[in-house]
């Protein structure tokens, strides 16, 4: 479970030394670009977040500055009232008391219409800051390399984009708002209660330290819990997402309450976390509560007293009146503080997780003189060693030397989990290599600008993915600028023409989200039109064909050959039909190039590529293989 995972990587972090943890630390930002939070203190925190403010600083100015005037009037309204009281009772004349409403109208109004600006500048200021966060971290994850990518899980991603976004808004909408108005509250309220009742606002001040060390207390036990609470969070968001990507697995192997039971576990240890910190963060409320009362107690007992004593001289009823409004007025902005308080302990452990993926940079970057012109489409792997986890980990490929002319066909072959996609990954530079060198038209990939590179190197991957919109929007991913007879002719060579023209709308036809309303056939086929669109000088085709039949395949290698031929195309398969007329074919074992060569050349030397071979095609061997003992027997 995820919270036991996190419990041991803290209990081994624990165990490491500080120099250790420093330097693991670093070792995992230059791999993958992520800067650890972890330390960070508060001020850090909101000045990675501010940048996001903008356009929404006035707003975020005003709305204190509005705070202020409504508290300013609110704490006046009390003491014009005691005059108002004392007033009454010594028998004025209605025009001082018409006088003296008008006033506190006045006051009142003043005060409510400054709460009422200041509501809808926090609204503008909370909800703006909301938009640039997201835009943000958006824009930001569109700039990650894939190793960024890889140390980040989706569904956390979309939690932080999400719930994280919503908690920091919340809190940031209570720091410019009731942050601000809890403290001019409850100062200008003491000093307001310390000149109308002198020595009884002191009761006041003696239960301001009991509250404080109670509000300590809450802190500190509900932080660590919430820390654990949007790591299940996570967890919740993954497994529904996995279930939703998998639905139709999920059913064909009927395994929905599998699936339930696995929901329900997450959900649970959500709810679990969620109900223990909201059980600490309510004891406020309760505690609160009872602050107020033994308070109000103790100033109406002896605010009673002395007015009864000294028959109103030391104090009068209005002078009481205001000074319980007071106190009153100082509770709440405690408890307002408190509230506050609460929603920054929720939203600092999101607010952590968002720096994450603001401070997180590409791994990957353009040198600073970077060249812009991909001369042509030829390859050189050069001692190539290339390892996921960094220099020290286990490498994928390694010792790799490998020269592809330009407009040469390689196909490749290898086993499962042999590194055939890690191989043609590092050409357009998703990866960088961890030794070696890899070059395209005669110069280092690390020497090019990232966009010029990837723009001379079309892939079809071997997850195809379309996005939601019609298939002439999906085609022009390839090229923006292409004609409607362009989109065809790649469809044609694609062979997904055919299909197409079958849909009532043709290439006008919605494509739904992960194109679902499409076989895997399909999209492995407009897939390549996509990428046959960019007309670029290496096209990679990452066993894009798979989920094809042979004359279908056979028909795109024959379009390949005759469109763009001065295009280097590499073809990764598992079937040898698919590579067999290629120039030269590569076979990969382990992450070493195990052999190159022609089909015949492999089929007599090399045993991998001669057991695959067999294996495909036993039953047109064992054909021939009776043809020709039948031959022999008639001779």
């Not at 095609?617 to 027997?633: I, K, P, V």
Request: proline share 2%.
């Amino acid at each position: 479970m995820p919270t036991e995972v996190t419990t041991h990587e803290q209990f081994e972090q624990e165990a490491l030394s500080a120099e250790e943890t420093a330097a693991l630390a670093k070792a995992k930002q230059e791999r993958t670009g992520i800067t650890d939070t972890g330390n960070f203190s508060i001020r850090e925190i909101i000045a990675v977040l501010a940048r996001s403010i903008g356009e929404f600083k006035k707003a975020s100015i005003w709305t204190p500055v509005l705070v202020f005037i409504e508290t300013t009037f609110e704490v006046l309204i009390p003491f014009r009232t005691a005059d108002l009281v004392d007033t009454l009772r010594s028998g004025a004349d209605v025009a001082a008391i018409m006088n003296s409403g008008a006033v506190l109208a006045l006051m009142a109004l003043c005060s409510l219409a400054a709460g009422a600006a200041a509501g809808l500048t926090c609204a503008h200021a909370s909800t703006g800051f909301a938009r640039n966060l997201r835009r943000d971290m958006f824009y930001n994850i569109q700039t990650f390399s894939f190793a960024t990518i890889d140390s980040f899980s989706s569904s956390s991603l979309v939690t932080r984009l999400t719930t994280d976004i919503t908690n920091v808004q919340l809190a940031y909408m209570m720091i410019i708002r009731m942050a601000i108005r809890a403290p001019f509250m409850l100062i200008f309220s003491f000093i307001a209660a310390l000149v109308m009742g002198g020595w009884m606002a002191l009761i006041f001040a003696a239960m301001m330290p009991l509250l404080g060390v109670a509000l300590y207390a809450l802190i500190t036990r509900v932080i660590p819990i919430f820390k654990r609470v949007f790591k299940q969070y996570d967890a919740l968001n993954e497994s529904a997402e996995e279930n939703l990507a998998g639905i139709r697995v999920v059913k064909s192997f009927v395994n929905e309450n599998f699936e339930r039971q696995k929901f329900d576990r997450a959900s649970k240890d959500l709810q679990a976390g969620f109900t223990k910190a909201e059980r600490i963060i309510a004891l406020n409320s309760p505690f609160m509560n009872f602050a107020v009362y033994v308070v109000f107690v103790a100033i109406l007992y002896a605010g009673s007293y002395l007015i009864i004593s000294t028959q109103g001289s030391a104090l009068g009823v209005g002078q009481l009146s205001s000074l319980i409004t007071y106190g009153f007025m100082m509770l709440m902005s405690l408890m307002m503080l408190s509230f506050v308080l609460a929603m920054i302990i929720i939203a600092e452990e999101g607010a952590r997780r968002i720096c994450e993926v603001l401070l997180a940079r590409p791994t990957i970057t353009n040198p600073e003189i970077a060249r812009t012109e991909v001369s042509d489409g030829s390859i050189d792997f050069n001692g190539v060693g290339f390892s996921y986890a960094g220099p020290k980990g286990r490498e994928a490929l390694s010792g790799v030397d490998l020269h592809i002319k330009s407009g040469e066909v390689i196909g490749i072959i290898g086993g499962t989990g042999s590194a055939k996609s890690t191989l043609v990954q590092l050409i357009p530079r998703l990866y960088d290599v961890t030794s070696g060198s890899v070059s395209v038209g005669g110069h280092d990939v690390r020497e090019y600008d990232l966009d010029t590179l990837r723009g001379a190197v079309g892939m079809v991957l071997q997850k195809n993915v379309l996005f939601s919109g019609t298939i002439a929007e999906n085609l022009r991913w390839g090229n923006t600028q292409a004609t409607d007879a362009e989109l065809v002719e790649a469809a044609k060579l694609a062979q997904a023409d055919s299909f197409v023209q079958t849909f009532p709308d043709a290439y006008e036809t919605h494509i739904e989200q992960g194109g679902t309303n499409v076989s895997g056939g399909q999209k492995q086929r407009l897939c390549i039109a996509r990428a046959l669109l960019k007309k670029p000088k290496v096209l990679i085709l990452d066993d894009s064909t798979s989920a094809v039949d042979t004359k279908t395949d056979s028909l795109i290698r024959e379009g390949l050959r005759t469109f763009l031929p001065e295009t280097t195309k590499i073809i990764i398969a598992q079937r040898t039909s698919s590579v067999e007329d290629a120039d030269r074919i590569l076979v990969i074992d382990n992450g070493r190039v195990n052999a190159i060569g022609t089909h015949e050349e492999l089929l007599k030397e090399n045993k991998i590529y001669r057991e695959v071979y067999f294996s495909q095609n036993r039953q047109q061997t064992d054909e021939a293989h009776e043809t020709e003992q039948e031959a022999s027997l008639h001779e």
